[in-house]
């Protein structure tokens, strides 16, 4: 008895049961309204669109549990995509371009942190900035013209293991890696406490700066994951790849539960928040609605899920 | 005592998940009364309040309110009946000036729109005047102020509006004797004109001193109304728990050994303007209280020993031995603790469970590299739980759920987990009840026994009396006075806190 009340207070608190809820609704809707939805080439297809942006997520999520934000990571995407096809044009064999492409965002990352940590910027214009110089030196090293690439990395992009895209099976290891993270590790507690009340994890002994910039890093890594994987997927590096990307990664971060005002959020609230901007973008495909109103449809979810919890917060504070 | 009935509640009840804190509940406040709501922690005295204030909105029940029904969608609405709410914590915007917060929501505004700030700020110091604030000034940020000049201006705020019922909830928590006794003249003024007050204290002298009636709540039901010139501290004190309770804390004074070297010694320490070369040493086993005014720079003294605030000169020995403390990790790790005031501010993790909130500071101790091991993170939370009596339906719970004494306890007892050599406590039993206060110094007594040492802050006298072994009493910075708890008397610390 008593573990049937444990198990239902349990339940009660899992925040991402509305999330799953409103994917599955999103599903059905979309299937009932094109047949070819549910096709497996087309769930792949999905898993495969939404996975850069799920990964991306996760990164982003850790950051906002921490009480901050980046909006670089779509510019980030595209230079890390481009540093990683311009190494592999020099003949650098596959692991050496792999490794090579994730210290340059952890540099990134560093960068970003240390900038906002030691310098006491405001992260929203220290990654702002960011992306400006992102995109601007991409675009410097390209002259604007993509890259193809001919080497063993663009596996990561257009490699399948079976049936299954090795994108996919990447953002399923980064989402357990993050979970792991977030619920089990020392570090993981200490940003949600971060995000919660900065003075007071201080006082409790925690190295606030040293966190934030960690999570900053992890971000700049995945960003160089991302990089690879869009990249692969055509075989050319663009300076232009993940433009845009920033607007999808908050929104999923925010549909799945995180609040912009930090200490909350889940990975797997997060993930499917990613699926449902991968599911809801794949919809405007099938159905052919018009690029211009996808545009609009993706603010306005963005609007709504971020009014959705600021109302939350209002009265829980009320 | 025949006044009209200002407010009258018919069986109120307000159930929260896996808490019925409030059930069929009915009081009645008569015009010009200051009326005294007293209860143990999470007996439902805040949440009343909230409902009386239009904050929560009741799930059973009808209220009466200066001879009408009245229904409360909302604060504002309470507000524009007449009653104005001080809340347990504290409410303020801490960027923004001591004036906008006063004003806030009616910022004086010219003919364009645009704020008159000289007029408000002339207004604020009008009003601080009125009630006796010294020491504040309207265009200071929030986060410049202590805790309790925050709390001065809550007050302060409250008493800007117009209110027919003012509704203070533990408005002296982190207030000295001083500031106390100026907010009850206030009260005694206020009740000359007319308005009634509702009162929420675990302060027994203050109750008795101030209400003239008082009501007890116990697990979220009606108990009784008392007349205060009736009854007594104990009689009030047993409806509370619903016993009779005999036994009263007195400290076990174990002697400090001769030749013991201090555990922590402080030689000419200077933090800023608020500290000037401080001297002090505490011994194993030793508990020494830090008194005096607000703004005589007892917190700033141990945030500077912890490492919060930079130091600008003096030395630091723990054991004798020389260190270097640059920030709250090195304190902590050194076998410092620190419990700091308010706990809103300063304390609470809000979204994060009561398990997650005990466990904080020790977390280290319950990691393997940096996995946390989260069932033994559990048994130890649930240990203090049990030890120090905190209510809540489990440990899952976010802590901003439970009631004000409750997350206190929670956060005292994430210090005591850490087991420190020097546990330094800056009013560790804020808006904790009666019968936890008794448990509370039991602890703190037993730990001095173990040999901890531990330095006390607290605006509490009686706390002090009954706790410390030796008295510091600091004034502008300084140590102005130490004083054997033998001859420390309300009279002499307030000579030396003032001279
Ligand atoms: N928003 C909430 N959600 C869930 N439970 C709540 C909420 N607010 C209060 N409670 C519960 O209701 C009960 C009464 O709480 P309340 O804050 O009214 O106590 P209180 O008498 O003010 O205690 P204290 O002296 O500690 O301030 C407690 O058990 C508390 O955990
Ligand atoms: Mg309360």
Redesign the pocket.
Known sequence: MQALVRLARQAGRQKEIPILAALLILCVVIAWMSPFFLTWQNIFNVFRQFSVIAILAVGEGLIIITGGIDLSVGALLGLMGVLGATLASLGWPAPAVFVATMAFGCAAGTLSGLLITKVRINPFIVTLGMMSVARGTSLLITGGMPISIDNGITYLGGGHIGNVPVSVIIMFIVAICGYVFTTRTLPGRNIYAIGNNERAAKLSGIPTDRMKIMVYVIMGALCALSGMIVSGTLDTAEPAAGTGYELDVIAAVVIGGASLSGGKGSIPGIVMGAAIMGVLRNGFVLLQVSAYWQVVTIGLVIIGAVAIDSIKNRS?NA | MNRPILLHTDRIS?T???????DGLNLQVRKGEVHA?V????????????ILSGV?APDEGRMTFDGKEVFFKHPRQAQEAGIVMIH?ELSLATNVSVMENVYIGRLKTGKLGFVRYREMEKACKELFDRIGIEGIRPDQTIEELSISQMQMVEIAKALSLEAKLLIM??PTASLTHRETEILLGIIRELREQGVSVLY?S?RMDEVFAISDQITV?RD?KYIDTLRTAETSPNEVISLMVGREISKSFKRQYGAVPSGAKPILRVEGLCAGEKVRNVDLEVYPGEIVALTGLVGAGRTELVQSIFGIDPRTAGRIRLDGREVRIRSPRDAIGLGIALLPEGRKIQGIFADMSVRENISMAGLRSFARGLMLMRKKEARAAEEYVSRLAI???DLE??I?????????KAILARWLLTKPRLLILDEPTH???VGAKAEIYEIIDRLAQEGVGILLISSELPEVLTLADRILVMRSGEVAAELPVGEADQERIMKFATA
């Open positions: 829980a | 307000k929260f998940p896996g808490v019925k804190a409030l709501i209860g143990e922690n999470g007996a439902g005295k805040s949440t009343l309040m909230n929560y347990q909830d533990e929420i675990h709540l979220g209510r809540t339906t719970k976010e901003k759920f439970l009631s004000g004494g409750n997350q206190q808006g904790v009840d």
